[in-house]
T-cell receptor, first 110, second 119 residues
Framework: ELKVEQNPLFLSMQEGKNYTIYCNYS?????LYWYRQDPGKSLESLFV?????AVKQEGRLMASLDTKARLSTLHITAAVHDLSATYFC??????????FGTGTRLQVFP | KAGVTQTPRYLIKTRGQQVTLSCSPI?????VSWYQQTPGQGLQFLFE???????NKGNFPGRFSGRQFSNSRSEMNVSTLELGDSALYLC??????????????????FGPGTRLLVL
């Protein structure tokens, strides 16, 4: 059974701190996506990682992909309150549809 | 450029009724996918349409159906509603059908969703 697991499920962190969200998946995938969702809102695309070793950065967020380990990380640097949201990773197995992870709810406090 | 739009945004129905949700993709996008989001099951793929044809389907009962029109607008229908159908239904559009795109940076853009409550 295909599984996409994120760790941790909930993350409460202080402003200015660094932390990493992990996304493990159980099957091969052509690519990996990271999305952000604010409460009551839709999904916003953050990153698309297309190959092994891919690294992308936008502001305080950096995503990387290790296809051999079937692992992606989303690293948060010097967190700010505006980053509070739920973050989802998603993979595309050969069934060619997005399979989402469990989500990580991030709360950044002063 | 306008984003993905969904109507209605909120809906309340009772068990046994049916409901139709609408999605208008980004102009020029030909692929429309539907997802169901619930607290218990998370985000689950329902189906995808491209050029008026269903190309992919998730593991949902036959009560869930959809269609796509020649202008790429899509509708999904849920018949004989159950309490468990209460969810946020998200529509997403992309340029091309296949996400397994041989290196192309294909991304789905999501609409604001329709929140359905079944009483």
């Amino acid at each position: 059974e295909l599984k996409v697991e994120q760790n941790p499920l909930f993350l409460s962190m202080q402003e200015g701190k660094n932390y990493t969200i992990y996304c493990n998946y159980s099957t091969t995938s052509d690519r990996l996506y990271w999305y952000r969702q604010d409460p009551g809102k839709s999904l916003e695309s953050l990153f698309v990682l297309l190959s092994n070793g891919a690294v992308k950065q936008e502001g305080r967020l950096m995503a990387s992909l290790d296809t051999k380990a079937r692992l992606s990380t989303l690293h948060i640097t010097a967190a700010v309150h505006d980053l509070s949201a739920t973050y989802f990773c998603a993979v595309v197995p050969n069934t060619d549809k997005l399979i989402f992870g469990t989500g990580t709810r991030l709360q950044v406090f002063p | 450029k306008a984003g993905v739009t969904q109507t209605p945004r909120y809906l309340i129905k009772t068990r046994g009724q049916q409901v139709t949700l609408s999605c208008s993709p980004i102009s020029g996008h030909r692929s429309v996918s539907w997802y169901q989001q619930t607290p218990g099951q998370g985000l689950q793929f329902l189906f995808e349409y491209f050029s008026e044809t269903q190309r992919n389907k998730g593991n949902f009962p036959g009560r869930f159906s959809g269609r796509q029109f020649s202008n790429s607008r899509s509708e999904m229908n849920v018949s004989t509603l159950e309490l468990g159908d209460s969810a946020l239904y998200l529509c997403a559009s992309s340029l091309r059908f296949s996400l397994v795109a041989g290196g192309r940076q294909e991304t789905q853009y999501f609409g604001p969703g329709t929140r359905l409550l079944v009483l």
